[in-house]
Structures are given as structure tokens and as C-alpha cells.
């Protein structure tokens, strides 16, 4: 649903004009001169009514703090414009569904906005970042990610796909535009996170206090059956296949994951245990999407070499210390950039959200939180 959002009009109300010399006693002219009078006035009254939408044009873009910038910017960063309607979107992929964004003040709006701003203001210096590195996320790895998200709809990459999103409200091209942000995201905090050398006695004590890592988690390898039509998705069940290729000639999406206990969800974990490999549990789901999973393999918790769990414990930590590295980062960043943004149209004092965790495997409903925007940058 498209949200709306405050913007300045200009209304010109046109009353009974006098041309200059004429007073409203001398409407009356001779006929012979009415047409050149008509044309004489139209041409004034245009000329006036451009003079004024241009100063309207002008002011706007003074209000809102962006002299000299395109209509509708409500930030400069290192020169790029960041857009009113980059904004709006990025505030429709958040909100999509939410009746509580149906009830908000116009403070809350103008709070939300901001918040939206802040986030595309950070992906830009995230890209800059990244181009000064010589990094960068490659079109097959965009890609790869859309047919993950698409898949998860039961429709196909490209225009299928654009279709379903434009269903929801969301332009097709700011959608992959939020999506290669985030994998930017992802790349430069995987490459701080790759800076990062706790010291041998911090991690020492990082495995004091957290003794479970001492253990290597339950691992299972199964495959994730879904489609939109649940008779179809039962058939291919009770059929007891579990060669992929036969199960995406059905129709239906087939992944094949490999989770730790730790990775999914407990009562995902407690059926997992109820079957052997090569079983099924059953379907589930609502409306148009519906699926299975089928064990293939699983390996028993067992306990981990030291080494394994110096190196464990020393990711773990890395995970811990990033969102201060990359928040003091973005803090330097911001201080070395030239950033406008609009001081009047949206408050500038909103609190910054917390940085993306590093990539974890994501499933179930998280293709949702892909589609809508996710978590804040």
C-alpha cells in the first residue's frame, strides 16, 4: 500500500485579474479587439503563473535545505542524491502488512522517515567503502540471492517474479536495489569482521563462559520441498521421492540445506530427531505456500578438538566485537564525508539502528523479511 507522505503544494488561485492601464469599470473593449485582448491576457497571466511556480520551486528546494538539487532529494552523500522516493520505498518494504504504520502521527512518519534515510545514507558509504577496496558484490551472487528470495514464493526468477513484487506494492528495481545493499553490507562487515585479532587470554575467557561450545551440535542434511499447491506438494510426498531433479519436474522448489541444531528451530530439531534419513515430516503451511522436509543424513552431537573450539570461540568473539567496529566505522565515515541532508522536512536527531549481524544461514520466513526489506541496516 502506498504511503503518504507531507509535501509542500502550491495552489494559485486566479480571481478577476486587470490587465495594467485597465481598472474593472473598463471591462468593456470593441469587439474588434477582444481576440488580440484575450491573447495579450493569456500571455501575461502565463508568464505570471510560470514566475510563480519557478519561486515555489525555489523555495521548496530552500525549505527543505537542498538549494541546487533535483526535486524530491532529501540528502546529498559525497555527492549522490538520495531520494524522497528511495525513502518512501525503503518505508514500504519495512511496514508491508503492518496496520500499525496505518495509525502513525506525523511525528512517528517523520521519525520513521528518518530512520529510513539514515539507512540509505549508510548503505551509500558502505559502497564507496567497497569501491575504495576494489570490492564488490558480483552480479552472480545478485542473482544467486533473488532465486533464493523467489524461490521461496514458488516463482520464478525475473519477470514472474517482478510481477509478485509489484503485487505487493514495491517497485521491482528499488527491491534490487535494497537487495544489493544489503549484500554489500554483508561483504564489508564479513571483511571488518576479518580484521578483527582478539587476543589467546580473551578468548580463553570467551570459552570460560560459554562452556557449550565445547560441543559440536546435532548436524543435519535434508532437503526443503515447497510449492504453492498443497494436493501437488502432498502427492509428491506420499510418492516418497527424494531425487531432486524428480521433484522439481513436479513443480515444486527444491533446496538442499545442512543445519546444526543450533541453526534451526527447536521444534524443528525435535522432529528431526522423531525420523531416520530417508523419512519425511509432514506438510505444512497456509494458503499458496506449503512444503516438507526430507532427512538425509544426520550426525550425533559429539565433542569438540581443542582447536576447534579456540577457533569456535574465536568466531564467536569476532561476532561479538563487530557491531562496536562497525559502528565506529560508519561514525568515522560520516565525518569524512559531505553529507546535506534536509533540515526541516525530517528530524535529525533520531537514534542510529544497530548493524546487521554477519551472514547466518537464513530460511523458512526469512525470505519474507528478504522480500520486505529485512532487518535495518
Known amino acids: 500500500m502506498k504511503k503518504s507522505f507531507p509535501a509542500l503544494a502550491l495552489l494559485l488561485t486566479v480571481g478577476a485579474y486587470c490587465l495594467p492601464g485597465c481598472s474593472p469599470a473598463e471591462e468593456s473593449a470593441p469587439e474588434s479587439g477582444g ?3 484575450l491573447e495579450e491576457a493569456k500571455s501575461w497571466l502565463t508568464d505570471r503563473g510560470e514566475r510563480l511556480l519557478n519561486s515555489a520551486r525555489d523555495e521548496i528546494r530552500r525549505v527543505v535545505g537542498l538549494d541546487g538539487a533535483a526535486p524530491g532529494t532529501l540528502a546529498v552523500v559525497n555527492g549522490h542524491a538520495v531520494s524522497l522516493r528511495q525513502v518512501e520505498a525503503l518505508y514500504d518494504m519495512r511496514t508491508a502488512g503492518s496496520e500499525a504504520a496505518q495509525a502513525l502521527s506525523l511525528d512517528e512518519l517523520r521519525a520513521d522517515y528518518a530512520s529510513c534515510l539514515w539507512t ?5 558509504l558502505v559502497h564507496e567503502e567497497l569501491e575504495r577496496r576494489g570490492l564488490a558484490v558480483s552480479e552472480a551472487e545478485r542473482l544467486r540471492e533473488e532465486r533464493r528470495v ?19 506494492g514495491i517497485d521491482p528495481a528499488l527491491w534490487r536495489e535494497q537487495m544489493s545493499a544489503r549484500l554489500e553490507l554483508e561483504l564489508w562487515q564479513t571483511t571488518l569482521a576479518a580484521g578483527i585479532s582478539p587476543s589467546p587470554e580473551d578468548v580463553s575467557a570467551f570459552m570460560r563462559e560459554h562452556p557449550e561450545l565445547a560441543e559440536e551440535p546435532a548436524r543435519y542434511t535434508y532437503l526443503s520441498v515447497s510449492g504453492p499447491v498443497k494436493a501437488r506438494v502432498d502427492a509428491a510426498r506420499n510418492g516418497g521421492k527424494s531425487d531432486p531433479a524428480a521433484l522439481e519436474k513436479q513443480g515444486l522448489t527444491v533446496e538442499r540445506l545442512e543445519d546444526t541444531a543450533a541453526d534451526l528451530p527447536p521444534s524443528l530439531v525435535a522432529a528431526l530427531e522423531e525420523i531416520r534419513p530417508g523419512q519425511s515430516l509432514p506438510v505444512q503451511g497456509e494458503g499458496e505456500q506449503w512444503g516438507y522436509v526430507i532427512l538425509l543424513e544426520k550426525e550425533e552431537a559429539h565433542p569438540k578438538r581443542a582447536l576447534e573450539v579456540f577457533a569456535c570461540a574465536q568466531e564467536a568473539l569476532r561476532r561479538e566485537l563487530l557491531p562496536a567496529l562497525y559502528d565506529a566505522w560508519l561514525d568515522e565515515a560520516v565525518k569524512n564525508s559531505r553529507i546535506r541532508i534536509s533540515p526541516h522536512l525530517l528530524p535529525r536527531n533520531v537514534p542510529r539502528p544497530a548493524p546487521r549481524p554477519l551472514p547466518e544461514p537464513e530460511h523458512g520466513n526469512d525470505d519474507e523479511n528478504a522480500l520486505m526489506g529485512g532487518q535495518d541496516e
Open 120 to 124: 540509505l545514507v549508510a548503505q551509500r
Open 35 to 37: 481576440a488580440a485582448l
Open 150 to 168: 523467489s524461490a521461496g514464493y514458488g516463482v520464478e526468477p525475473g519477470a514472474e517474479f517482478d510481477a509478485f513484487v509489484r503485487d505487493e
